[in-house]
């Protein structure tokens, strides 16, 4: 059984790709509103993992966003700004330690706000 190093929500949902990056000219920047998330997502995740040293090995990443409304939008546009957050948090040393990665959306009309469920398990690999 494959050891979970984190489980927690984080508030609202990250931006998307195409919200995350702005050009000016050949410069590309990252976004006002998409700093702001990830510094906010960050802080939690450290508070979360606390004074632990980064885990090193392999990863199994389940996203699950938690929506209070049914609106369409692609799940996949999202991911990278949760991994740069784990690895900017040192929760993993980088996020190329991501060997699987499950997502999906939940419709969930009774929350009072949308959530990012997140859960990082060591990888075992595929069983035989």
């Not at 392999?58 to 784990?86: E, G, P, T």
Request: glycine content about 6%; hydrophobic content about 30%; aromatic content about 8%.
């Amino acid at each position: 059984m494959a050891h979970t190093l984190i489980s927690m929500e984080l508030e609202g949902l990250p931006p998307t790709v195409n919200n995350y990056y702005g050009r000016t000219g050949c410069t590309v920047y990252k976004k006002a509103q998409a700093r702001q998330w990830q510094e906010k997502a960050v802080s939690e995740l450290s508070e979360h993992w606390g004074n632990i040293p980064p885990y090193s090995g392999a990863v199994d990443f389940h996203i699950v966003y938690l929506c209070k409304d049914n609106r369409k939008w692609d799940i996949d546009n999202r991911v990278k700004a949760l991994q740069d957050c784990l690895e900017q948090a040192g929760i993993i040393e980088n996020d190329r330690q991501v060997q699987s990665l499950h997502v999906r959306r939940e419709y969930a009309p009774d929350r009072a706000e949308t959530t990012t469920r997140i859960i990082l398990m060591e990888y075992k690999g595929e069983k035989d």
